[in-house]
Each structure stands twice: as C-alpha cells, then as structure tokens.
C-alpha cells in the first residue's frame, strides 16, 4: 500500500544528468514510500527499481549522500553491484549498514 | 509538514495529534512499537537487510507479527483500553490481513507511531486507519 498510485514505469526526460535523474526519482520515490515499513514495498516502487537500473554510474551518488546522512539507498546498492559487504548481525541497522558500505566505496576507490 | 500527514492519513485532519519526532532512516514503526530505534524491523527474506528477532518466521503474516512481539514479552489481549501495569501495541494490517503497521500505547492512553521512515507522531489509535495503513486489527501487551 503506498500513499498516492505510482507511475510505472518513470519515464526518463531529455538531457538529464544521472545525478539530475536520481534526484527526480528519489523524490518520486519519497513522495510515494514515505509512510511505509513494508521495506519489501519500498524496494520495489517502481522509481526505486529505475533508480537501481542507472547503474554504475549512479553508485559515487548514493555513497556520497550515505556519507552525509545514513539511508536507506542501502538497500539500493547491492542491487545496483551485486555485492553486499553488511554482515547479517548488522541487517536492519541503518547505519552500521551505511558504514559498511563507505568502507566498502572507498575500498574500491568510489570516494 | 501537518497538512502533509492529514492528506495521507485523513483521520489526522479530524483529531488531534503532535509530531514528536523528525523523519529518520534508521527504525521504523514495528521497531518504535517495540521500543527500538536503531534498526528496520521487517521479515523480509534477506536478513542483511532488515532485522526480524530470532524464531519468528521471515514472513508477512499476522502470525509472524505476533510471534515477534511474544519474543518481547507480549501476548494477545482484547482491546484498546489503557490498564495499570502494562503497555500496549495495536497491529494494523491492509484487507488481506498483511501487517502494514504497528503503534504503541502511551501512559497517557494516547498512542506513537513512526509513520515509515517520516516522523513519529502522538495520535488517536484509529486516526491512522484507511488506505494506507488498513485497520487495527490486534492488540497486545505486556507488563510494564
């Protein structure tokens, strides 16, 4: 159940920068997700699922705005890489998951 | 940042109700229903993802939802009413039965709720019945 039907499947604008594209989509996302716990739901909003399917690219993003303040694009990086350094003890603890994932970025040179 | 929530919850526009906290990632309701606010309480599959307390299925189930507040001292009890000595959370699920919330009862008889990663707010229980959240269908509580 989400707050207001989403628009499946956001549809990409013209000349968009991927940083331009994930700030619509997030905020697509948000307005639709905001209120839910269902985290099976929010993962699968249809402007997650597009924010996922930038890729690569996207991944310094995500990292830098997991720098300033943990989220929940946790759950949108091992989807984009296929990776996932959060050990289970730490599942569901946002930000011990947030640091995982900086250690991770900047193991692998992303920040 | 009120008319927001009364356009999602329109039982807010009809009661009263305090926004108590700031939007904040790190918990959700089941975990401020339980008390917590350093973890994402929900069953889903991957347990690196979310935390769901040891025993209880990883399932969307009442059942589920019942046996992991019974892992905090819980039980099944038949009503809202506030009762010297204990506390109380109400569970809410969509018409399918699928759990979509969880609130609980304030010594002042009110109610709390993290409404997804947005704020907590203080609230009347039923205020937040509707399409979003279902309807309460559960309550539960513990000795204090």
């Known amino acids: 159940m989400i707050t207001t039907p989403p628009q499946s499947p956001p549809r990409p604008a013209m000349g968009e920068t991927t940083e331009q594209r994930l700030r619509r989509l997030e905020g697509q996302w948000k307005s639709e997700t905001e209120f839910l716990s269902d985290a099976g739901k929010i993962v699968e909003h249809p402007a997650f699922k597009a924010i996922i399917a930038l890729g690569d690219p996207v991944v310094p993003l995500l990292l830098s705005d997991l720098e300033a303040r943990p989220s929940l694009w946790v759950w949108a990086l091992p989807r984009i890489t296929g990776e996932n350094p959060v050990p289970p003890s730490d599942g569901g603890n946002i930000p011990k998951m947030t640091d995982a994932w900086l250690k991770w970025g900047h193991e692998k040179g992303l920040r | ?144």
């Open chain 2, 1 to 144: 940042m009120s008319e927001r929530l009364q356009a999602a919850f329109p039982g807010l526009g009809t009661t009263s109700f305090q926004i108590t906290s700031p939007p904040d990632f790190n918990y959700n309701c089941i975990a401020w229903a339980a008390g917590v606010v350093s973890d994402w309480w929900w069953p889903i599959g991957d347990a690196r993802e979310t935390y769901w307390p040891e025993g209880p299925e990883r399932q969307i189930t009442l059942d589920a939802f019942i046996a992991a507040f019974q892992t905090l001292g819980y039980a099944a009890c038949g009503n809202d009413s506030l009762e010297a000595g204990f506390e109380k959370i109400a569970i809410f699920t969509d018409p399918n039965r699928k759990p979509t919330h969880a609130a609980r009862q304030l010594p002042n008889g009110r109610w709390t709720s993290k409404l997804g990663y947005s704020e907590d707010i203080e609230h009347e229980l039923r205020a937040l019945e509707g399409a979003i959240y279902g309807s309460v269908v559960l309550f539960m509580r513990k000795p204090l």
